[in-house]
């Protein structure tokens, strides 16, 4: 299994990056991660990606507690399925991303600027693998 955390716009916040990616890198401990920036005229995932599950981040979608969250995982894990995790820009998400197929996640009925929902996206991530491993870190 192999995750992939894209995101559309560049970061503002430097800091907040460098925080999404010290998730990542704790993540590539149990899995293969990946995040990266790309551009929706120029990337599809589903067709970079085609069995994978996608998982679209909209304030609109489905909320998942932790518990539920790596259960999400630990499935995905278990089919030896990669995961793919979009995370539109300031603008929210590319309408080309739109209607597809694949599960839309919200992480808070709030709104966030794009570079903390990497950042809160990373770290439940990474507590999602850390749970499903008996690691103490979610305590």
């Not at 890198?25 to 149990?30: I, P």
């Not at 794009?114 to 870190?137: D, K, N, S």
């Amino acid at each position: 299994m192999k995750l992939h955390l894209y995101y559309v716009g560049k970061p503002r916040d430097s800091h907040a990056n460098s925080l999404a990616d010290d998730y990542v890198a704790r993540c590539d401990r149990y899995v293969r991660s990946q995040m990266r920036e790309v551009q929706p005229d120029r990337f599809d995932p589903w067709e970079k990606h085609p069995s994978a599950t996608k998982i679209v981040l909209d304030p609109a979608g489905k909320n998942l507690d932790s518990a539920q969250f790596a259960r999400l995982i630990g499935k995905a894990e278990q089919e030896g399925r990669d995961l793919v995790f979009l995370v539109g820009g300031a603008s929210g998400l590319p309408e080309a991303w739109r209607g597809r197929d694949g599960l839309i996640l919200s992480l808070s009925a709030m709104t966030f600027p794009h570079e903390f929902a990497r950042v809160m996206l990373a770290e439940q991530i990474y507590r999602a693998l850390a749970t499903l491993r008996g690691h103490p870190y979610p305590k």
